[in-house]
């Protein structure tokens, strides 16, 4: 059994972690910024990567004490190395390579979106490879083929905006308040999705992606007229992401086969809305739906960790001068796709 330090700090979140190969989270420690951030009605790069710079160090000194552990006793350090805010990765990854080079310990550069995309394996030991994965937050909106650890195919991404960036900017136009997705959420749960009339964006369309910078368009054009309800707006603006994750996801499945089960995951996929239409969905195709318990949805150090646990037992390893990365696709061999949607 392998026992795996988790550290992440790609975006506004500061955490670690100790993660056994065995699927057992000893210790996770976690620290949010919201308060220094809501003022701006969201994330200040500079701002998150002081707040790192201030909390790693004694978040991972009380998660080992958390665990009962020390430093000796753990096999390796898995960092997040990229993708997100540059400032915050260089925090954690150069935390997780000062602490791997003082122990003598393994490093492991994870990629956030790996951590994303391996999260629900964590939970459920029974989900096999290959399976389809939703990946849904604030900055990526893809399907991606999970073929086994470092083997990703994507078959879709966005074009413009990630379905979570559109929840994020929805709420800043509202008014709804910082974090932006939970905010919309709830307000969504007190109006009615049929009152505004908001577009989907490449619903029925033979291209595989993803485009929701026209719907942020509509959710403000909706609210200057001063015709409705924030929260009608808000419920209108759910149901039409909901409606196109349902129907880019569904064409991906009906030409794919042989996949263990339809997976989603990041944070988009703590929404309740947006989660019980893709478990309709993967019920539809008679596949299982699998996702990881909320509090893995979002950015945390657990995935990090098991990613690392799952890297460690594949034996990949990197060398202490790995570099950290603002941009690094899981597919670094998808092609192009038009419009600005090439961040993953």
């Known amino acids: 059994m392998a026992l795996i330090l988790g550290i992440e700090s790609s975006c506004d979140e500061t955490?670690?972690?100790?993660?056994?190969?065995?699927?057992?989270?000893?210790?996770?420690?976690?620290?949010?910024?919201?308060?220094?951030?809501?003022?701006?009605?969201?994330?200040?790069?500079?701002?998150?990567?002081?707040?790192h710079v201030e909390i790693l160090v004694p978040l991972v000194e009380a998660a080992l004490a958390d665990a009962g552990v020390s430093l000796a006793d753990v096999d390796a350090i898995a960092a997040t190395a990229g993708p997100g805010l540059i400032g915050g990765v260089m925090v954690g990854l150069v935390t997780g390579k000062a602490l791997a080079h003082a122990a003598g310990k393994p490093l492991?550069?994870?990629?956030?979106?790996?951590?994303?995309?391996?999260?629900?394996?964590?939970?459920?030991?029974?989900?096999?490879?290959?399976?389809?994965?939703?990946?849904?937050?604030?900055?990526?909106?893809?399907?991606?083929?999970?073929?086994?650890?470092?083997?990703?195919?994507?078959?879709a991404t966005t074009i413009d905006d990630a379905a979570g960036e559109a929840f994020d900017k929805t709420a800043k136009i509202l008014g709804l308040g910082f974090p932006g997705g939970p905010a919309v959420e709830r307000a969504a749960g007190l109006g009615d999705a049929r009152a505004v009339p908001l577009p989907r964006p490449l619903l029925g369309s033979t291209e595989p992606h993803f485009s929701f910078a026209g719907l942020k368009s509509a959710v403000l054009r909706a609210q200057e007229t001063g015709k409705y309800r924030a929260q009608d707006i808000a419920a209108s603006f759910q149901?039409?992401?909901?409606?196109?994750?349902?129907?880019?996801?569904?064409?991906?499945?009906?030409?794919?086969?042989?996949?263990?089960?339809?997976?989603?995951?990041?944070?988009?996929?703590?929404n309740q809305a947006v989660r019980g239409a893709m478990v309709q969905l993967a019920g539809a195709h008679d596949l299982r739906f699998v996702a990881p318990p909320l509090w893995l949805c979002t950015d945390n150090a657990a995935m990090?960790?098991?990613?690392g646990a799952e890297r460690f037992a594949a034996g990949l390893t990197d060398p202490l001068d790995v570099a950290a990365r603002p941009r690094w696709p899981l597919d670094p061999s998808a092609e192009t796709v038009r419009g600005a949607g090439v961040k993953a």
């Open 239 to 270: 149901q039409a992401v909901v409606d196109c994750l349902v129907d880019r996801t569904g064409r991906q499945l009906a030409g794919l086969g042989g996949v263990s089960a339809l997976v989603v995951a990041g944070g988009v996929a703590a």
């Open 15 to 51: 955490a670690a972690a100790l993660v056994t190969s065995d699927r057992c989270v000893l210790a996770h420690r976690l620290a949010g910024q919201e308060e220094a951030h809501r003022p701006y009605g969201g994330v200040v790069p500079e701002i998150a990567a002081r707040a």
């Open 108 to 155: 492991i550069a994870v990629n956030h979106l790996e951590g994303h995309a391996l999260s629900p394996r964590l939970g459920d030991p029974d989900l096999a490879f290959p399976y389809l994965l939703l990946l849904v937050s604030g900055g990526h909106c893809q399907l991606l083929l999970v073929e086994g650890v470092g083997r990703y195919r994507r078959l």
């Open 304 to 307: 990090i960790g098991w990613a």
